[in-house]
């Protein structure tokens, strides 16, 4: 596992704000407790009314903002990893911007499959771009940009009879954004509960 830079965490959470919301897309499925697929959405995010947002802006950024390197831990891809369906997968996700319906019908059957949860939950999809400011020698946020990060942040969250979603349990952050840089060769790994045994949601993806 390589190390996360908290400031960089720090960094993208304070775009996820009702202000500053540097979200396009969110899509998500709705499970029961046996695992079955109910229901799944698809939306622009300035498209919901404003309670909405906010709400799920704060499923999101509790990603990145998770206890750095305990809960929200940087995992290096193998080769082998990467040329596996589940990162072509993930890399289709960022560069249709969640606008493939089917391409995410079949994650959400694929994962219901595999879920390990006892509970109705719903498993998230944001898809985000973070045009990066470059900083001059005295650390200060210049207006050219540096560099335009296009990222992924999935997390699943228990959620009850009036689909009112809990934390997320388990989550990720696709490419890792690293060094003030987005990395399609890590990947951001989230558990709630780090001291439980397992790999994490990401591994669900893998054949």
Not at 11 to 20: A, V
Not at 37 to 54: A, C, K, T, W, Y
Not at 103 to 110: S, V
Request: hydrophobic share 35%; aromatic share 12%.
């Amino acid at each position: 596992m390589d190390k996360i830079n908290r400031e960089d965490m720090l960094e993208l959470t304070r775009r996820m704000t009702l202000k500053r919301n540097c979200f396009g897309r969110v899509a998500g499925g709705y499970y029961d407790e046996d695992g079955n697929l109910e229901d799944s959405f698809n939306v622009h995010f300035r498209n919901l009314p404003i309670p909405d947002q906010r709400m799920l802006l704060e499923i999101a950024k509790s990603i990145p903002f998770a206890k750095t390197n305990e809960q929200l831990k940087e995992h290096r891809f193998t080769e082998t990893e990467k040329s596996s369906s589940a990162w072509k997968t993930m890399m289709q996700l960022i560069r249709c911007e969640l606008k493939n319906d089917a391409l995410l019908e079949n994650i959400y059957e694929a994962l219901g499959e595999r879920l390990a949860i006892d509970q109705a939950s719903c498993l998230y999809f944001f898809q985000g771009i973070y045009d990066i400011p470059r900083k001059g020698t005295d650390k200060k946020e210049q207006w050219e940009s540096e560099e335009v990060y296009s990222f992924l942040i999935c997390a699943l969250c228990p959620i009850n009879g009036d689909y009112i979603p809990d934390e997320p349990v388990e989550g990720f952050l696709f490419p890792a954004f690293s060094e003030r840089s987005g990395n399609e060769n890590r990947i951001d790994m989230y558990k709630r509960d780090a001291k439980v045994p397992g790999e994490g949601l990401l591994y669900l993806f893998w054949d």
